[in-house]
């Protein structure tokens, strides 16, 4: 059992189009976050929750929303996407303190 | 502002130690992770410190001076499988969250 999963693992989606990822966890973690990871950036953070309904915004939020209306789901929404976009993107879940992060395996996103 | 350095990349045999620095200056700090990245997957929690001195954890050790804003990472009795980056992060007190520097690649050799 993952804890945490991400789909889809991979797309590949035009530009401009609307793109929607999924996390799940079954960890019951109230902490979860979406990162974005680029060659030369390392992990970039897009947004986080801090509870159902409870969002904010990471460092990179341009151009992508979130929701999440349950503890185990949180989504996130390329509006319309672009090639600056084409990404590996990773969820990750937290209980908090020092317990570090638990990461999904990643959605391979390719913008063309 | 939030700024993590760690070194790009580093090289070392194979059964010997290796160190990799960490250097950080952040607006808020509430303790700081270190992850393992194989290629092309996901990262995994190494070790967190949010006191000074050394946390050892079989053949990994993490070193934490909040005075100089510096950690580092030692792998004793390097293994093949060791051959990763190797990911610095501060939490930033805010929800958690934490800032991530770019990595370090470490390269074992035979």
């Known amino acids: 059992d993952a804890g945490i999963t991400q789909s889809p693992r991979h797309k590949v989606t035009e530009t401009g189009t609307p793109v929607t990822l999924r996390c799940h966890q079954t960890e019951n973690h109230r902490y979860m976050y979406w990162y974005r990871q680029d060659p030369g950036h390392g992990l970039r953070l897009i947004h986080y929750s801090y509870g159902v309904k409870d969002t904010d915004k990471g460092e990179v939020s341009d151009g992508y929303s979130v929701s999440r209306s349950k503890t185990e789901d949180f989504l996130l929404t390329l509006e319309s996407a672009t090639s600056s976009q084409t990404s590996v993107y990773f969820c990750?879940?937290?209980?908090?303190?020092?317990?570090?992060?638990?990461f999904g395996s990643g959605t391979r996103l390719t913008v063309v | 502002g939030q700024n993590i350095d760690q070194p790009t990349e580093m090289t070392a045999t194979e059964g010997a130690i290796v160190q990799i620095n960490c250097t950080y200056q952040t607006s808020g700090f509430n303790g700081l992770f270190w992850y393992q990245q194989h290629a092309g997957e996901a990262p995994t929690f190494l070790s967190y410190n949010v006191l000074d001195g050394l946390e050892e954890k079989g053949r990994f050790s993490s070193f934490l001076s909040r005075s100089k804003g510096y950690s580092y990472l030692l792998l004793k009795e390097l293994q093949m499988k060791d051959s990763a980056s190797y990911l610095c992060a501060v939490d930033n007190t805010n929800a958690g969250k934490s800032t991530f520097g770019d990595g370090t690649t470490l390269t074992v050799k035979p």
């Open positions: 990750a879940i937290t209980e908090g303190g020092g317990y570090g992060y638990t």
